[in-house]
């Protein structure tokens, strides 16, 4: 069976960009799981709160972490493998949990989480 993309029919392109869609839209459900996760557990265990928000340089030091993290990943994703991709795709997922936990200062609870919910519903539900 001769491999070129003229070989695939119509139908047989769109059910394998259906599957690759429902990859990415999983994938990104889990990560805004992780985040919200990272989130609400730094924001409601003192100690840790208490490190991200007790000194005004560390939220500054993880939002040039995230981006970074991310410009790092990006120039390095096509010579990582899948699980080291995976895992620093995890660790970013965190470490955006962690700064967003600062928003409990400014929004309640409910409304984080609400807004949370709804985007990885939308993910989950666009996968599908």
């Given at each position: ?19 690759f ?12 799981g992780i985040?919200?996760?990272?989130a ?11 490190i ?5 340089i560390?939220?500054?030091?993880l ?6 993290l991310?410009?790092?990943?990006a120039s390095?994703?096509m010579?990582?493998?899948?699980s ?8 970013y997922?965190?470490?955006?949990g ?8 400014v929004?309640t609870?409910a409304s ?12 989950g539900?666009?996968?599908?």
């Amino acid at each position: 069976m001769e491999n070129s993309p003229r070989s695939m029919s119509i139908d047989a392109v769109a059910a394998e960009q259906q599957r690759f869609m429902v990859r990415v839209y999983n994938w990104m459900a889990a990560g805004l799981g992780i985040t919200g996760f990272m989130a609400y557990y730094v924001a409601n265990t003192p100690t840790f709160f208490n490190i991200v928000m007790g000194n005004p340089i560390i939220p500054i030091v993880l939002i040039i972490a995230q981006i970074g993290l991310v410009f790092w990943l990006a120039s390095r994703v096509m010579q990582m493998s899948v699980s080291q991709a995976t895992g620093v795709f995890l660790l970013y997922a965190g470490l955006t949990g962690i700064t967003f936990s600062t928003l409990f200062v400014v929004y309640t609870a409910a409304s984080i989480t609400a807004t949370f919910m709804v985007t990885a519903g939308t993910f989950g539900a666009m996968s599908i």
